[in-house]
């Protein structure tokens, strides 16, 4: 078989993850016609690609951040839609932690200003940050 003779890293990868016995059983056209189906899946560049593993709670988790122009057609934008729900129940909780952090981090970043521009909302009060803040930078730019 010709396909199976070449060295290509996509029927490596393919043949890695099918029992050796089927592995055989492909002709040159079905091999062809596979990678043709995959071959607009394999090295699409976006924009921005973010992937990280974490470890958390004794196991590793990774989170992947992709964006760039759309350029699926409407019937595959339609059909992953259907497949890929954003109401699911651990993509709405990790979408309130990300909001809940997300407002957290704008009200420090406003309580930061308001203290960088003197603005004293409670007079005789405060929590002390700016003061902190302030001197780290002092001693970073010294």
Do not use: C
Request: hydrophobic fraction near 45%; proline fraction near 4%.
């Amino acid at each position: 078989m010709i396909m199976r003779a070449m060295h290509d890293p996509f029927l490596e990868q393919f043949f890695s993850r099918i029992p050796g016995d089927m592995a055989e059983s492909f002709s040159d056209e079905q091999l062809l016609a596979i990678k043709r189906a995959f071959a607009d899946q394999v090295g699409k560049d976006h924009s921005i690609d973010i992937r990280v593993s974490l470890p958390l709670l004794f196991r590793r988790y990774y989170l992947v951040f992709i964006a760039g122009p759309e350029r699926r057609d409407q019937a595959r934008r339609r059909r992953d839609k259907g497949t890929r729900r954003i109401a699911k129940g651990t993509n709405v909780v990790f979408m309130i932690f990300l909001s809940f952090w997300g407002i957290i981090s704008v009200l420090g970043m406003l309580y930061l200003l308001k203290s960088a521009l003197g603005i004293d909302l409670l007079p005789d009060t405060s929590l002390g940050f700016w003061r902190g803040v302030s001197e780290q930078f002092s001693l970073m730019f010294r």
